[in-house]
């Protein structure tokens, strides 16, 4: 049994120590946002944010875990509901097509958010290493951009 601070619950989980984090979150903690793309922590898919930093979930083994708190892209918003400023700018600059890659993509940008408040394209194309196979790269640019602008003002 481990117990877990998700989203700022904390979970009791019964599973393998040697699960990968993505796994436990989707079928012993019922978390869908984070997705399994490559499973070698190369597309992002399974982005979650581990102590603040964005990791790839599918590398992160359940044993390693003890005392971490995680963030799914389900504990991006509010308690109400409310959308952080970073998902308002996904849905202003329409930036998904598909959105399988989109979680993964929330979590990078609000990762390097936290580091960055007003990043350049640049620091954005360096940071955000994500792979969305319908290309809206310029869109999530684009948001990225527009959440800082809202987040500098308040």
Known sequence: MAS????????QVEAENDKPLLWVLREDVGLLGPKYGCGIAQCGACRVLIDGESTPSCAVRLCSL??????????????????????QAWIDEQVPQCGFCQPGFLIAATALLA????PTDAQIDESIT????CGTYPRIRRAIHRAAAVLSEG
């Open 115 to 118: 580091r960055v408040p007003r």
């Open 66 to 87: 003890a005392g971490s708190s995680i963030v799914t892209v389900e504990g991006l918003s509010g308690e109400d509901g409310t959308l952080s400023a970073l998902q």
């Open 4 to 11: 877990l601070t998700i989203n700022g619950s904390r979970v």
């Open 130 to 133: 994500n792979i969305c196979r």
